[in-house]
């Protein structure tokens, strides 16, 4: 009878133990509950061992990961990116700083433009076609001191080369192109990380209004 009842014991215990949802938060205590709702700003749950107590709420930015009964996680970055008890859809971006997420996954933002780039331009909004073109717009101007940078450096050497004679007014004309051509190439370097700074900015705009426009 004893082993009959450590048996039932255990499978309950097993049983329980997959059947409800997990908090963990940034304190050491585990919550075991049930998922009620999820805002943008918090987490509302009851008890799992107390199903008809009062809702309870834990601040999103509280909680490092929720593990559900199907054993689906989800992180503190998904939950910043949740509205009133809607689960946030699936092919939406998520941006969080200079940082861009797809479906949960770290993407680059080159990735980021060419998915919204494959979206007809004709159902978008005036707002997210203006922000896919001004990011187009300093792509092709970051691409073009891209390409300035090593070709002034190398004009600028192959022009000191021509002037390195022992003549003092030959050598300064080549010192003269050597750094001529030195100061565009850094000049166009540092050009283009603004443009690529510009170009991002406008891209993680672009991921908001793609995300606004799917969403509703």
Known sequence: MNKLGILVLWLLFCYT???????FSDTPETLLVRVIEISSTEVTYKNFFNPDGILRSIPNQHILKIVYENGKEESK??????????TLESNVFVVEGNHIAFNNEDITHKAAFKIM???APQTNSDE??????????????????NIIAPT????GIYFARQH?????????KAKTFFLSGLGVCVASIITAQIYKSIKNKHIRKAALLYNKELLY
């Open 17 to 23: 133990s997959k059947a409800q949802d997990t908090i």
């Open 77 to 86: 970055f998904q939950l910043k990116n949740k509205t009133s008890g809607k």
């Open 117 to 119: 780039m494959n979206k």
């Open 128 to 145: 997210l076609n203006n922000a896919l073109v001004m990011a187009d717009s300093k792509r092709n101007g970051q691409i073009a001191f």
């Open 152 to 155: 002034s450096a190398v004009a």
């Open 164 to 172: 390195r004679y022992n003549d003092p007014k030959e050598q300064l």
